[in-house]
């Protein structure tokens, strides 16, 4: 099941300076795992914005929930999740 996943961040200007670097090296980590792995398809910059735009290509809503809550900056993310379906224009379909 294929979702897109906006990731906006606002992390405490408060915090720690080692709990924040710890935590997005943590958040690096996690998710290069799940690139490599192939669930977490692809992830891009929002322009001028503290945000990230993913693609998840994943079992199921139960496997996207438990990816979004492990990752290490979940404390400090609002995301919203859109379910894709085929375009019924798209080329590539067939
Ligand atoms: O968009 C960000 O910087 C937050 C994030 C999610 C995965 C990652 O590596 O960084």
């Given at each position: 099941?294929?979702?897109?996943?906006t990731?906006?961040?606002?992390?405490p200007?408060d915090?720690?300076?080692?709990?924040r670097a710890?935590?997005?090296?943590?958040e690096?980590a996690?998710s290069?795992d799940?690139?490599?792995?192939?669930?977490?398809?692809?992830?891009?910059?929002?322009?001028?914005?503290y945000s990230n735009?993913?693609?998840?290509?994943v079992?199921?809503n139960?496997?996207?929930h438990e990816?979004?809550?492990?990752l290490?900056?979940?404390p400090?993310?609002?995301?919203a999740v859109t379910p894709?379906?085929?375009h019924?224009?798209d080329?590539?379909?067939?």
């Amino acid at each position: 099941m294929l979702f897109a996943v906006t990731m906006d961040v606002a992390i405490p200007h408060d915090l720690d300076p080692d709990v924040r670097a710890d935590t997005l090296a943590r958040e690096k980590a996690y998710s290069q795992d799940l690139q490599r792995g192939g669930e977490w398809v692809s992830i891009w910059r929002c322009v001028g914005q503290y945000s990230n735009l993913s693609i998840f290509d994943v079992a199921d809503n139960a496997r996207l929930h438990e990816i979004l809550w492990n990752l290490p900056l979940f404390p400090y993310m609002t995301i919203a999740v859109t379910p894709l379906a085929q375009h019924p224009s798209d080329i590539a379909a067939g």
